[in-house]
């Protein structure tokens, strides 16, 4: 079935210094959607990213859609503690279209 | 606007034993999707409803069933519970006529099975 892999599983960084996280998938995506979910909290909807290519920015954070769109990433400049928490991409798939999440990348920022 | 609501929100049961979680969407949406979340498996999609009707639905046992009523509102029932089944149970609901849109998620249901 279709797999989605994210590396880092963890990252530890000093804070201020960037952080990114890549999303690749087995099969292609018709979109791309990003969610965080801080210790002890339910995942929330960071964005959705839908064009090949596609490049989106929040702030400190740039989200980006590969050319082939099977591949995603989520890079955070200058963290802060309130990064804390684990970065999951999620697709559709299957034959159902149902959201598969990636295996998550868990962000620890040290003051 | 209320968010997703789920309840319980902490229960321990006992191996063998049923277990029921409630879930309520944000009024006006008609789709609800449950995950399964544990450190080893990370999220992992059990089942969607759309107008009561199950659309979508995970490998997981028959052992993991769902219903949604006519206000929404969804349930999920674990029977014979494994203590492989303790994890955090999460639902979602997202916005009519939105397939594979955002996804909001209540607070969970964490279950622990001794």
């Known amino acids: 079935g279709q797999q989605v892999m994210q590396i880092p599983q963890y990252q530890h960084v000093q804070e201020g210094e960037d952080f990114t996280t890549y999303c690749n998938s087995s099969?292609?995506?018709?979109?791309i959607q990003w969610y965080k979910q801080r210790p002890g909290g339910h995942p929330v909807f960071l964005i959705q990213l839908v064009k090949s290519g596609e490049v989106k920015k929040q702030k400190r954070l740039t989200f980006q859609f590969g050319e082939a769109k099977k591949n995603s990433s989520l890079h955070i400049t200058a963290t802060q503690t309130t990064d804390v928490g684990t970065y999951f991409c999620a697709g559709p798939g299957g034959a159902t279209n149902k959201l598969i999440f990636g295996t998550g990348t868990l962000l620890a920022v040290q003051p | 606007k209320a968010g997703v609501t789920q309840t319980p929100r902490y229960l321990i049961k006992t191996r063998g034993q049923q277990v029921t979680l409630s879930c309520s969407p944000i009024s006006g949406h008609r789709s609800v999707s449950w995950y399964q979340q544990t450190p080893g498996q990370g999220l992992q999609f059990l089942f969607e409803?759309?107008?009561?009707?199950?659309?979508n639905k995970g490998n997981f046992p028959g052992r993991f069933s769902g219903r949604q009523f006519s206000n929404s509102r969804s349930e999920m029932n674990v029977s014979t519970l494994e203590l492989g089944d303790s994890a955090l149970y999460l639902c979602?609901?997202?916005?009519?006529?939105?397939?594979?849109?955002?996804?909001?998620f209540g607070e969970g249901s964490r279950l622990t099975v001794l």
């Open positions: 979602a609901s997202s916005r009519p006529g939105v397939n594979t849109g955002e996804l909001f």
């Open positions: 099969t292609t995506l018709s979109n």
């Open positions: 409803y759309f107008s009561e009707t199950q659309r």
